[in-house]
């Protein structure tokens, strides 16, 4: 069993930054690859970012640029600074951590950003 805790959410204006984090404890000693994905009302979930432990990174291109995700091995804790932030960027954000042993992926209850004109 993995666990993860999102926070950071919450309302910003256009233009503006917030910085999610999510921490992941339980059966941690298998993750590899955590990331980012959100979903806006009425839309498909779609990947935002994500890292391996290696620190490869990969984004959308509608992010790449503005956001920037990294990780904290020790604390199994992966991060994304949001940065011009845009209305269209409103949307839950999920964090999710990848399992290889057994392969699984888990996904963390989600954090609300919305960003205003």
């Known amino acids: 069993q993995v666990q993860l805790v999102e926070s950071g959410g919450g309302l910003v204006q256009a233009g503006g930054s917030l910085r999610l984090s999510c921490a992941a404890s339980g059966s941690i000693f298998s993750i590899n690859r955590m990331g980012w994905y959100r979903q806006a009302p009425g839309n498909k979930r779609e990947l935002v970012a994500r890292v391996t432990n290696g620190g490869r990174t990969d984004y959308a291109d509608s992010v790449k640029g503005r956001f920037t995700i990294s990780r904290d091995n020790a604390k199994n804790t992966v991060y994304v600074q949001m940065n011009s932030l845009k209305p269209e960027d409103t949307a839950v954000y999920y964090c999710?951590?990848?399992?290889?042993?057994?392969?699984?992926?888990?996904w963390g209850k989600g954090t609300l950003v919305t960003v205003s004109s």
């Open positions: 999710v951590a990848e399992s290889s042993n057994p392969t699984i992926n888990y």
